[in-house]
């Protein structure tokens, strides 16, 4: 059991409409990281919350935006969907303080 | 921008044989996780390396950190086919947490 659960496994939107993936942690998992990964590549960094705040940003638009909540769940918002916002887009949590992130299995969006 | 390069990108052995992947970076991190990643999942973690010069062991993996903190290396010992999976380097930055990933290797095991 990974204990990060991400839902849906698969989506499928059209370009210019708006998605939110959403994220179940680990209890007492107070940091929560969201990452976004194209084929054959590394995870790339979007943003992290911890304790419900925004604490850590990669070079991602604003039309990137999420939500932690205080029952260890989590949300990403995509506006405006792009062609290249196809990807698999990652939840990793942790307890704050501790190194190593646990991750989902992710969600797979396809932009068309 | 911080970035790791991983080497090589891709990696296709036969059981029994040994390999090291390199993770290079000129930024240095505060930590270096490696991660294994299997199609439809998520990355795993394997082993977190915090002091420039640490050498862990996991089984037939080594892993090391370098002097600088800038740069890792993983070793495996007699590969096994179950090692099969894209390998996954990432640095953590404490002033920005930030966890930037490697460009990954990719490694296949072949009886």
């Known amino acids: 059991e990974t204990g990060v659960t991400q839902s849906p496994t698969h989506l499928i939107k059209t370009r210019g409409q708006q998605v939110t993936l959403r994220c179940s942690s680990q209890s007492g998992h107070n940091t929560v990281s969201w990452y976004q990964q194209a084929l054959g590549q590394g995870p790339q960094f979007i943003f992290q919350?911890?304790?419900?705040?925004?604490?850590g940003r990669g070079n991602f638009p604003p039309r990137f935006s999420g939500l932690q909540f205080p029952n260890y769940s989590s949300e990403l918002n995509v506006n405006a969907l792009e062609l290249d916002d196809s990807a698999l887009y990652l939840c990793?949590?942790?307890?704050?303080?501790?190194?190593?992130?646990?991750f989902g299995s992710g969600t797979r969006l396809t932009v068309v | 921008t911080q970035l790791l390069e991983q080497s090589p990108q891709f990696l296709s052995i036969q059981e029994g044989e040994n390999l090291t992947v390199y993770c290079n970076s000129s930024?240095?991190?505060?930590?270096l996780q490696w991660y294994r990643q299997e199609p439809g999942e998520g990355p795993v973690l394997l082993v977190t390396v915090v002091t420039g010069g640490e050498v862990k062991k996991l089984k037939r993996l080594t892993f090391q950190f370098g002097d600088a903190r800038k740069d890792s290396s993983l070793h495996i010992t007699a590969a096994q086919p179950g090692d099969t999976g894209l390998y996954l380097c990432?640095?953590?930055?404490?002033?920005?947490?930030?966890?930037?990933f490697g460009t990954g290797t990719r490694l296949q095991v072949t009886l």
């Open positions: 990432a640095g953590y930055t404490g002033t920005a947490s930030k966890l930037t």
């Open positions: 930024s240095v991190f505060s930590s």
């Open positions: 990793a949590s942790r307890v704050g303080g501790q190194y190593g992130y646990t």
């Open positions: 919350y911890y304790r419900e705040e925004e604490n």
